[in-house]
């Protein structure tokens, strides 16, 4: 079972309010993700980071913003939530080690602006 | 041009059924290779990953082909639990080491 942890799970917030989605893994990957994915739809990478202190956009444009200051803890901010934000997001660590390269991804956390 | 590309799907088959997904990928300095498997509204988990040799989990084989950039997973026996969307994913190599790229997947339906 993987060890990847996002909180909270489900998420109804008002236009304008800021709001942070957690992840945390607890298998010192240094690599961790955010995606995007709307039901039915495809994943979309938002944001990726390789380590601490490390953060890139994905292809998806986002206004979201991420930051890595430990390994283990890869939180994404909205400023100003909108109903666009709508949306499930899914957060996934990874390891640059050879034979254990697979990505893990936590259980998400369903975004509904009202 | 797309990193990974699936078929588009859906594929609707009987219990008991061998179906075959298929997957191509852009970059040839590609460095890994898997299938995982989403269910309705669930987060995706890895099925297998695909080792150039071929490999073999029960019931599902998968076979890379590096020469022609081409993955390919097969279901023989379909069951109804087999019922998902099944992600193609490759793991970059070069300068942006360790990014994977998502295929847009492939939704298989096992009915009775």
């Known amino acids: 079972e993987a060890d990847i942890y996002q909180t909270p799970r489900y998420l109804v917030i008002g236009t304008g309010k800021k709001i942070t989605l957690e992840c945390s893994q607890t298998?010192?990957?240094?690599?961790m993700y955010w995606y995007q994915q709307d039901p039915g739809m495809e994943l979309h990478l938002i944001h990726y980071?390789?380590?601490?202190?490390?953060?890139e956009k994905g292809d998806l444009s986002s206004e979201s913003t991420v930051s890595r200051i430990r390994t283990e803890h890869f939180p994404l901010t909205l400023e100003s939530a909108r109903p666009s934000h709508t949306s499930q997001y899914l957060c996934?660590?990874?390891?640059?080690?050879?034979?254990?390269?697979?990505?893990?991804f936590g259980q998400g956390t369903r975004l509904t602006v009202v | 041009r797309k990193e990974v590309e699936q078929d588009p799907g859906p594929f609707n088959v009987p219990e008991g059924a061998t179906v075959a997904f298929n997957c191509t990928y852009s970059?040839?300095?590609?460095?890994?290779f898997f299938w995982y498997r989403q269910d309705c509204r669930k987060e995706p988990k890895l099925l297998m990953s695909?080792?150039?040799s071929g490999n073999e989990d029960g019931r599902f084989t998968a076979q890379l082909n590096r020469a022609s950039q081409y993955i390919s997973l097969l279901i023989r026996d379909s069951k109804l639990s087999d019922s998902a969307t099944y992600l193609c994913v490759v793991k970059d190599r070069g300068s942006t080491l360790g990014r994977l790229y998502f295929g847009r997947g492939t939704q298989l339906t096992v009915w009775p």
């Open positions: 298998m010192g990957h240094d690599k």
């Open positions: 970059n040839s300095a590609s460095q890994s």
């Open positions: 695909v080792y150039s």
């Open positions: 980071s390789y380590g601490v202190n490390s953060t």
């Open positions: 996934a660590s990874s390891s640059s080690s050879r034979g254990a390269s697979e990505a893990f």
